[in-house]
């Protein structure tokens, strides 16, 4: 027997099928049933296959590391036999100067990204989706996706193009209008600033593409009946449009929530330096500097263990919620 089913055809494992159906089934029969379904699909576990050597190599390996996190670890010694100091490392962490300081700007900054990138990923799907030109919206899609195609160090160079001291456009139109130049990347009251419009350039376009496919799920008679009785434009958007992406807005919101702790390692290492540390220091540039600059290992792990932790709970918290709003999860 390959599947069994219900009596509302649904197909159960062999798992269930004791209960099921009342009967012992060897091991044997167990290994025979696994096979056949092995066989079945070959195809489709082939194809998962890279991602799973992938997630097992890059991901899950390198846990066995994440314990120097509770040693003093020793490179000549290796992981197994530095010594043992227990959360020695999380507590210098969490009595230092620095954690008050990297967790305000890391919470801040992708609070800041949240609130203000996704009001304009909505404006500018309504705008795609409700425009009457056509040839129009398939330009502005293009334009708007184009530069979250483009890497960090790209993105480093046109924003030092525009934003140099020296040289940059907007100082340039600022000395023409017998204005100071201002460092936009090197001043603290403007790096935020930048960090956050940056961002918003980049992947607004992108963003948009759940709330475009969330919006073309709506029922196009809702619209035509809302015409016939007289609804304007706004009309339609704010009591049909809006509130037939609220689900999608809810589930994207909780999971950014959910990754409230990363705030953009990449962004953030290009575009910060010292003098803006102090706004612009984040968990991941602290966590790169201690491991990878002054060499110590067990202490960036430890804070890099920690940021893990607190991002599991979040987002394992996020799913609920979403569950909760949405009726479903990202997993089960």
């Not at 040693?71 to 227990?86: E, I, M, N, R, Y």
């Not at 930048?194 to 008679?221: E, F, H, N, Q, R």
Request: charged share 15%; hydrophobic share 50%.
């Amino acid at each position: 027997m390959r599947r069994i089913f219900t009596g509302g055809g649904t197909m159960i494992g062999i798992t269930k099928l004791k209960k099921y159906i009342g009967v012992q089934i060897s091991g044997n029969q167990q290994l025979v049933y696994l096979g056949r379904t092995l066989y079945k699909y070959r195809w489709l576990y082939f194809m998962m296959l890279p991602g799973l050597v992938y997630f097992t190599l890059f991901r899950y390996l390198p846990l066995w590391n994440a314990q120097i996190a509770f040693k003093s670890f020793k490179p000549l010694l290796g992981v197994w036999d530095s010594p043992w100091v227990g959360f020695k490392n999380f507590i210098t962490f969490f009595n230092s100067f620095y954690f008050t300081q990297l967790i305000s700007n890391t919470v801040i900054i992708s609070l800041l990204k949240l609130v203000l990138g996704m009001p304009m990923a909505i404006f500018l799907a309504l705008c795609i989706y409700e425009t009457a030109f056509k040839r129009l919206a398939r330009f502005v899609q293009t334009v708007t996706y184009l530069p979250h195609f483009l890497s960090w160090v790209i993105m480093y160079g046109i924003l030092l193009v525009m934003l140099s001291p020296d040289s940059g456009l907007i100082n340039e139109a600022l000395k023409a209008g017998g204005k100071d130049p201002i460092a936009f990347l090197y001043t603290p009251d403007w790096f935020r600033v930048v960090v956050v419009g940056s961002d918003i350039w980049k992947d607004t376009g992108w963003s948009t593409i759940l709330y475009l496919a969330a919006l073309m799920s709506i029922d196009p008679t809702l619209f035509e009946a809302a015409a016939v009785d007289g609804a304007s434009r706004m009309q339609r958007i704010w009591h049909i449009s809006l509130p037939g992406i609220v689900g999608t807005i809810v589930v994207v919101t909780l999971l950014r929530l959910g990754n409230i702790l990363d705030a953009g390692f990449q962004q953030i290492f290009m575009l910060y330096s010292l003098p803006v540390y102090s706004v612009g220091d984040i968990i991941d540039t602290w966590v790169y500097r201690q491991g990878v600059l002054e060499f110590q290992f067990s202490l960036a792990t430890a804070v890099g263990l920690f940021k893990g932790v607190i991002g599991l709970i979040l987002v394992l918290t996020a799913n609920r919620l979403t569950k909760q709003f949405s009726g479903s999860g990202i997993y089960s």
